[in-house]
């Protein structure tokens, strides 16, 4: 079993302008799963860049307001929302509120950076 608090985690800095905490991925976690946890914030008025990676990932919206790019579609996004992200897709995220965007994303199979490719 594995336990993450909160309170304990390290903010990273992410590529696409993103404050990130890593939950759980397979160099973390003692069972071996194959897919990656992490929380992502995102300051009012401010988006990822466009981006695709090789696995497939779903959103989870905690707090805020969000437009998604997936491909040529554009999605509006509000809390307690979710998404399906499909492999290689043209992505981003961007906070379309007044407070940070915070939100879940679990990647399937795990992240890497080697997987992620910037567009933009």
Known sequence: MSIKENSKIEKIKG?????????????NTLNGINYSL?????????KTKLHRIKSSEIYYILQGKA?????DG?????ENDSAYVPPNSKQFIKNNGNENLRFLCIVEPAWKPDDDELLE
């Open 15 to 27: 590529e696409e302008g993103t404050d990130i905490k890593q939950y759980f991925n397979p160099h």
């Open 74 to 78: 554009l999605f509006e996004l509000g």
């Open 67 to 71: 437009q998604l790019k997936i491909n």
């Open 38 to 46: 992490a929380q992502f914030t995102l300051e009012s008025g401010k």
